[in-house]
């Protein structure tokens, strides 16, 4: 188990313009959709992170071949629509809900039975916002009873498959939450269903399944935050993908808020996705008096881009809530760090859905301010959080497998009065896997023990 040892940056800032790692739900969607289209496909702007590479893993596993062609690019020979086989083993998902929740969907929708599992943070992860959908059309899929939550199941989850005079049919569904892993889903069942699915969410999820698969040809329409598919007269066919994936907004938002919190510090993350169902971040900054600038870069693979600027501007507190949450569900860890920072009480809600991602992220993210000294609140659906001046308390942080507990800690560690343990932190190669040394080479000082 590694564990990172922060030292404080003391009078020095970050300074520097750096490149982010490839967005993590693009990268997941480019190898499932290649995977199902014919021929063969090239996703560039690859970084490997350890969740892409468990949705690549359980590709694999199915008969599909993924060869690394280059440092960051990779070939996926598309078995079509109809082209995958059994697996040869359980699928282990690792850490990835994204993984589980998307294969599910394809998975569910196959002549052969399979098997889904992950670690042990995603076997306690809540599985019947897709399981039941997609029973509703017909799948049989069955979970473990949840440990804590009713009527909920978790993974192991065990899909049968569809005997020769049994499909998925249609399905008109209206998700209680906004949620795109859900709403990927269902859609990537909808490929195979024999008529059309309708989704509906209360607010608008990322939207990179959509952006892609209308690209691909597939019949898919958007009204709001409704979205249909409806495969009759589409001959089931995808063409292969050329596709570059756009830094990932999650994974800059570390340092776009470092650039913050440390007074006199200048940075650029480049090439980073803006689409706007990302960027609730962005607004976030800007609302609480953030120094950011978005210098546009035109569109990458139908996403667009931009160089993001970040420099130190006193910070006030923020109310954060509503549809923005959703649009910033990833990134709520680390506005608690900026809001750590503002003058006043920042307060979030509507976020209940950080309690059922990697850990509790309400929970964590309130024992983690306290040992830095920040006063701090957890609410059901969200957190109050006080601004603190003056040097934080030296911390001892336990990211319970959370990567994104891991980065903000860390993030943190750097305003400590002496220096930070975050333990626990090979869980950061999840979305991350180049983030020390990026903040090494931005002025941090970090030791890896
Ligand atoms: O679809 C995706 O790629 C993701 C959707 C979000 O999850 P939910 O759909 O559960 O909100 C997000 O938290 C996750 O990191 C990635
Ligand atoms: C919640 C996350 O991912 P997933 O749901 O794919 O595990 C995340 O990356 O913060």
């Known amino acids: 188990m590694t564990d990172l040892t922060i030292h404080p940056i003391g009078e020095r800032a970050l300074t520097g313009s750096v490149p982010v790692p490839s967005d993590?739900?693009?990268?997941?969607?480019?190898?499932l959709f290649s995977a199902l289209c014919n021929g063969k496909s090239r996703v560039s702007g690859f970084s490997f992170s350890a969740d892409n590479v468990s949705t690549a893993d359980?590709?694999?596993?199915?008969?599909?071949?993924?060869?690394?062609?280059?440092?960051?690019?990779?070939?996926?020979?598309?078995?079509?629509?109809?082209?995958?086989?059994?697996?040869?083993?359980?699928?282990?998902?690792?850490?990835?809900?994204?993984?589980?929740?998307?294969?599910?969907?394809?998975?569910?929708?196959?002549?052969?039975?399979?098997?889904?599992?992950?670690?042990?943070?995603?076997?306690?992860?809540?599985?019947?916002?897709?399981?039941?959908?997609?029973?509703?059309?017909?799948?049989?899929?069955?979970?473990?009873?949840?440990?804590?939550r009713a009527n909920d199941i978790t993974a192991p989850l065990e899909i049968a498959g569809l005997r020769e005079d049994e499909y998925l049919g249609p399905l008109e569904y209206e998700s209680p939450v906004s949620s795109a892993q859900i709403k990927s889903a269902i859609l990537l069942s909808g490929l195979f269903a024999h008529g059309a699915t309708h989704f509906k969410e209360p607010s608008l999820s990322r939207d990179h399944t959509e952006r892609l698969l209308s690209a691909l040809g597939v019949p898919l329409r958007t009204v709001g935050t409704m979205v249909e598919l409806d495969p009759a007269g589409w001959g089931g066919q995808m063409p292969a993908l050329d596709i570059e994936i756009v830094g990932d907004i999650s994974a800059a938002a570390f340092l776009l808020v470092a650039a913050?919190?440390?007074?006199?510090?200048?940075?650029?993350?480049?090439?980073?996705?803006?689409?706007?169902?990302?960027?609730?971040?962005?607004?976030?900054?800007?609302?609480?008096?953030?120094?950011?600038?978005?210098?546009?870069?035109?569109?990458?693979?139908?996403?667009?881009?931009?160089d993001i600027h970040a420099w130190t501007q006193p910070l006030r507190a923020g109310s954060i809530g509503g549809e923005t949450v959703a649009r910033a569900i990833d990134e709520i860890p680390i506005?608690?760090?900026?809001?750590?920072?503002a003058s006043g009480t920042t307060t979030i809600r509507d976020a209940e859905e950080l309690r059922v991602k990697e850990s509790d992220r309400i929970a964590t993210m309130a024992t983690v301010l306290r040992a830095f000294g920040v006063r701090c609140?957890?609410?059901?659906?969200?957190?109050?959080?006080?601004?603190?001046?003056?040097?934080?308390?030296?911390?001892?942080?336990?990211?319970?497998?959370?990567?994104?507990?891991?980065?903000?800690?860390?993030?943190?560690?750097?305003?400590?009065?002496?220096?930070?343990?975050?333990?626990?932190?090979?869980?950061?190669?999840?979305?991350?896997?180049?983030?020390?040394?990026?903040?090494?080479?931005?002025?941090?000082?970090?030791?890896?023990?």
């Open 24 to 31: 993590k739900s693009i990268g997941h969607r480019a190898l």
């Open 58 to 148: 359980a590709l694999r596993a199915m008969g599909v071949r993924i060869e690394t062609t280059g440092k960051s690019e990779l070939t996926v020979e598309g078995v079509g629509l109809h082209g995958l086989r059994a697996p040869d083993k359980v699928l282990d998902c690792g850490n990835s809900g994204t993984t589980m929740r998307l294969i599910t969907g394809i998975l569910a929708a196959q002549p052969f039975a399979s098997k889904l599992v992950g670690d042990h943070s995603l076997m306690k992860r809540p599985m019947m916002r897709i399981v039941g959908p997609l029973r509703a059309r017909g799948a049989r899929i069955e979970g473990a009873p949840h440990p804590t």
């Open 260 to 306: 913050q919190i440390v007074p006199g510090s200048r940075v650029v993350t480049r090439a980073v996705g803006t689409n706007p169902t990302r960027t609730g971040l962005l607004e976030i900054l800007r609302d609480m008096g953030a120094g950011i600038s978005v210098e546009a870069q035109g569109e990458r693979a139908g996403e667009p881009i931009a």
């Open 335 to 341: 506005a608690c760090a900026l809001a750590a920072r």
């Open 377 to 449: 609140e957890e609410l059901p659906d969200g957190l109050t959080i006080e601004g603190k001046e003056g040097p934080l308390e030296p911390a001892d942080i336990d990211s319970r497998g959370d990567h994104r507990i891991a980065m903000t800690a860390t993030v943190l560690g750097l305003l400590g009065r002496a220096p930070t343990k975050v333990r626990d932190v090979d869980c950061i190669s999840t979305s991350f896997p180049r983030f020390v040394g990026t903040l090494r080479g931005l002025g941090a000082t970090l030791d890896v023990t």
